[in-house]
């Protein structure tokens, strides 16, 4: 079983900064990819960045020049630093990861998601 755990959200001014964390646990062979999502009030579940296990990057247009995603390996952790936020950043957002599994002496893949963590930018 593999699990995503995020951290960091919270509530902040305009302008402000917050970094999510999502951590990997279980038995992992391997993260493919991660990607951070976000589902604001009334909305669909957008993506806002991802990262691949080439260290290729990808952002949703509304999130370039302000958010970071990056990861620990050691770790299997995955951030996401949010700097400038605006009151439209306001959403829950969530992890996923397309992770192997290790299962004995092989692996199959899975695909996971986070419980979520609330950001929230007054104005």
């Known amino acids: 079983q593999v699990q995503l755990v995020e951290s960091g959200g919270g509530l902040v001014q305009a302008g402000g900064s917050l970094r999510l964390s999502c951590a990997a646990s279980?038995?992992?062979?391997?993260?493919?990819?991660t990607g951070w999502y976000r589902q604001a009030l009334g909305k669909q579940r957008e993506l806002v960045a991802s990262i691949f296990d080439s260290g290729t990057t990808h952002y949703g247009d509304s999130v370039k020049g302000r958010f970071t995603i990056s990861r620990d390996n050691a770790k299997n952790t995955v951030y996401l630093q949010m700097n400038s936020l605006k009151p439209e950043d306001t959403a829950v957002y969530y992890c996923?990861?397309?992770?192997?599994?290790?299962?004995?002496?092989?692996?199959?893949?899975?695909?996971?998601w986070g419980q979520g963590t609330q950001v929230t930018v007054s104005s």
């Open positions: 279980g038995n992992i062979f391997s993260i493919d990819a």
């Open positions: 996923n990861a397309a992770i192997k599994v290790a299962h004995g002496s092989s692996w199959y893949r899975d695909n996971k």
